[in-house]
Nanobody
């Protein structure tokens, strides 16, 4: 039984940076596409970024492209989300997810089988 646990959330400033991490345990996720999603209060879950199993392919949501970077270290079973130039819409719970059935990166939320409990990111004005 695998588990994903996010860390690195907290209070950030508009224009500042935060780095989230997602540590996988209990099983290997090295062949799995991994992704970050976020959900703000009263809104639907939004795709943020995804990375293929080998790390060679990444996709980003329109609202974060050019400011956020997803990466992974398979030796550490960890996926990262570097968030730069934060904007207020970044206030949300950020979730890490894994697609156990494919290494190919996908933006489709229904493809992801494992989810972490989420970490809160809040931007101060």
């Amino acid at each position: 039984q695998g588990q994903l646990v996010e860390a690195g959330g907290g209070l950030g400033q508009a224009g500042g940076s935060l780095r989230l991490s997602c540590v996988a345990s209990g099983r290997t996720f090295r062949s799995s596409a991994m992704a970050w999603f976020r959900q703000a209060p009263g809104k639907e879950r939004e795709f943020v970024a995804t990375i293929s199993g080998g790390g060679g392919t990444t996709y980003y949501g329109d609202s974060v492209r050019g400011r956020f970077t997803i990466s992974r270290d398979n030796a550490k079973n960890t996926v990262y989300l570097q968030m730069n130039n934060l904007h207020p819409p970044a206030t949300a719970v950020y979730y890490c997810a894994a697609d156990l059935n494919a290494a190919r990166a996908t933006t489709i939320v229904a493809r992801y089988d494992y989810w972490g409990p989420g970490t809160q990111v809040t931007l101060s004005s």
